[in-house]
């Protein structure tokens, strides 16, 4: 059992993904700042994800992120990046390590004070030894600014200057050890202090709005033990997190036996990832859980999860390294079996990069499955998957039960997926459900014709990734569209279609390879803003804490002009009470509704929406439809993209597909 | 529109010689020039290293569009500091028929310049030949060692492992986060260069420390870590092979008298 004992001593789950994400971070810190010409002021930015991780972890996990930081900047930018990580490092590693323990500026002084010897001793010493580094360093140095003295030596002033400052450099390279320890010393303490500058404020920010506990993850849950989760029966069971009011999940009794398939239901907030933690071995705070041994998280013969983030639970870099992730080195898998059956056969040597949220959730239950679980317990997992993914991913849920000897608990708060299982279980208030599934489907007619006047013309646009380099690759080809004034189009295509391309060119974010995009009769690539683009991931685009806040940014408010600020709410049918509201507090729906808010305020000339009803509830799918439907009656002119065809034409006359690149059809909605 | 960008960490099409081999023997070539040209760079070892370079960028296929384009003022820093350092003279002397042009400031300056691109183009041939893939296990392979010592090498290649699985994501974030930042309007009121820079990283951090939790779930439902990849591959002969121009650059630039 030599894995077992290196797995207890060694890091746990969640500080293995903070500390790699902090590599990550701090790595391409690092290597921009060295790679890319004039960011090398970038360089010491890295100090704020270590510092935020040195502030939540064990030095031991500072110390993993910190390696993996400097091997990655050394393999991509050479020497230059493995000093520019090891500098950060060390910035943010003090600042946080001081924060943790709760000390003041004037501990972090001190320290720094202190490590600016050691680490400027280390640059003397290191420098001293590279005699032949240090003779060249310091005759090109002396030679540059002995030539700048020179020719400016018959200007007046600049002149004398310079040629004060070329025997103040010529006697420091004398004395280079002195010099050099010095000014290594005092940017130990300068940079130090701006980490610390830098990093109590973003760590104040990121406390209002994230619990910075560690607690509450699947990394609490105890693993060891026998193996033995089914049957497994609740009863009565409830949870309320450590600082809550009232219970995030209210007494429910459910059992799962082998060979069943049970569905969960119910609507966002009514505690359904409560009740997996809890499933998958998280103690509750009330009533019993019964079952014949330990979950065995993870291991042969246990529960396995299948989660609802796609990009973030693959971990393998290629499909058939995820499928082996966590395994002991010795247990065999039957890796092509297992991709067979989830369709993703002969693809074990791709990159899981370059997969679409489907593959990525359907690669996440071959790794499952990979394990031999008792219990598979999979936790909404399409919400984030377009439609054809769905129903290729239901499709092999739906057969897990039939071909292996395992109970199934399947989550979900779209009903219809619940209809394969053999039983299904609601929790959470259900009556406000029926009303919000009723309300799809808004009536296509009564908007206004659209206008004569060409908004946007795009004409033959094609666009290359990476043109001109070895990695060049098609995105779009001759592409050639016009949107009138008071027009909805929907566009709709495939994973790697283009038309997330195409909407960045028509918000003029990127320039056409060839073709050109005109916004009333001008390239949109000089007028960026006059079409507004409200993104899939709306959080990336309200940067300021408060809802307030964020709506003035994106319209352009002043933060005190609380009058537009509301109107702006309003305008979206939120409630002006909303602005005091932290970001981070807000439903997905919610979200959406304060971008649009922001957006929609500049009166764009186009507005285009990304995958608007992605991620959302049916109740909040359904209001948000309701709320297009109301801006489009309003006249706005609007590009929506989207795989949801069915739920979103309706609101649009026009739908376009574009398949690899391509222009494939453009129908007219058929008007009663 | 014509400048190209830098591609980096995404290998070019293969196969090749270099494409195959081991990506701990290209780590351990690359560490060890990396260290010869700090010890030693003498326009031998930085001409014979930019030889190497290209023999293995020619065996790899590496297309010359691979070099991304550099910027304009880049080039005019180069031409300035070119200046400067010939107006300061010094020897060697170049005679240009009754003209005598000092070159020793120059010559230095050139050198620095040649140590730092081909200190690059090191990682970049590694970079352009390697899946991202293959470099963790590799690392937890050479580290191996380190085990004596009690050091967690395993612990730390799968935090590497992660840390790559983790660098597209975060791109992707940055393109957004960055496109976001060229749609909104400017403010009426002019916020302050740092309230900007914390509101930045905030936004930065917020993201990442959620996809953590996330990706810290996902590892605890496969039971924590061990393996991290389907094949991992081993050192060979052609290994061998790769080693020996190493071997003798080291040779060459230690035994001959350092040309100052």
Redesign the interface.
Known sequence: MR?AS??S???K?????????T???M??IA?VS?????AVAFAW?GA??MG?LSYRHRP?VAL??F???S??S????????LVSALTSAYMGAIAGQVKRHGRGPATMVTVAAIWGVVVSTLCVGVFAA?R??R???T??V???????A??VRKVPLLGAAADGLNRAVQSWLVHWPVFFGVSVWLIVMFGTSFGWG?LN??LR??EE??D?AIEG???E?D?SGPVGPLPVALIDVSYRYPSADRNALDSVSLDVNLGEHVAVTGANGSGKSTLMRIL?GSTPTGGTVERPAGV????AG?T??V?Q?P????????V??D???????DEHVD?EGLLDEVGLGGM?DR???GLSGGELQRLAVA??LA?QPTMLIADEVTTMVDQAGRRALLNVLDELTQHHRLGLVHITHYPDEAESAHRVVRIGPDDRRTVAIDRIGPEPTGFEAPSQTTVLDIKDVSYDY??????SRPALRDVSLSVAAGDGVLLCGGNGSGKSTLA?IM?G?L?P?AGECLLDGRPSSEQ??AV??C?Q?A???L???RVGAAVA???????TDDESICRALASVNLDPGIADMLV?RLSGGQLRRVALAGLLA?SPRVLILDEPLAGLDVEAQADLIDLLTQIRHRGQTTVVISHDVDRLSPLCPRTIRLDRGHLVAAEQASRP | ??R???????P??GPSPIHSLWAGTK?VI??AI?VLL?????WTAIGLTALLILITAVLAH??H??IPS??R??WILVIV?S??????G?PPVLQLGSVSIGM???V??L??TA??LV??G??AV??WTT???D?APA?ADLGRPLRWLRL?V???A??????????????E??R??A??R????????KQSR?AE???????????????????????????????????CGRPGWPDVVAIVPVVALFVFVLESP?A?
Not at chain 1, 74 to 81: E, H, N, P, Q, S
């Open positions: 894995t290196y797995r001593a060694g890091l789950p969640a500080e293995f993904a903070h500390a790699a994400m590599a990550a971070l790595g391409s290597v060295i790679v890319i010409p004039g930015l704020v994800p935020v031991a993993s992120a390696i993996a930081a091997l990655i050394f393999l991509v930018a050479g020497f230059g990046g590279l032949y580094l003779e060249v360093v005759a090109a002396a030679a540059n600014v002995g030539g700048f020179i020719l830098i404020p973003v920010r990121i709005v994230t910075l993850g699947l990394s849950i693993n998958a065995g998280l993870g291991r246990g396995a999860l989660l983030h990009d973030s639970q693959v971990l393998g870099l290629r058939a390294d499928v082996v992730w966590g395994l002991a080195r890796i074990g990159d899981t990069t790794s499952a394990r990476a043109q001109g380099t070895a990695w960045w918000a974010l320039e390879g960026i803003g507004a683009l993104f991931a959080r990336l685009q940067l300021r804490g940014a994106l319209a352009g408010f002043a933060d981070d500049r | 529109m014509s190209r960008a830098l591609m980096l960490m995404r070019v099409p780590l690359v560490l990396s700090t010890i030693s760079p003498t590496i297309p569009t691979c550099a910027p003022w880049l500091g200046l400067f350092t010939i107006l300061n010094g020793g400031g120059f230095a300056f050198r620095i140590l730092g200190l690059l090191l990682s590694v970079s899946h991202v893939a470099i690392i967690p395993d612990d730390w799968v935090t590497i492992a992660l840390a790559f699985r983790m660098f597209p994501m975060l791109a974030e940055f957004l986060l496109a976001a060229r749609l909104q309007p400017p403010k009426p009121e740092s820079v914390v509101d930045l990283c905030t936004a930065v951090m917020v993201g990442s420390i959620r996809r953590a939790a996330e990706m810290g779930d996902a590892i605890a439902a496969r039971g924590g870590t061990g393996r991290i990849s389907a094949d350092i100052q």
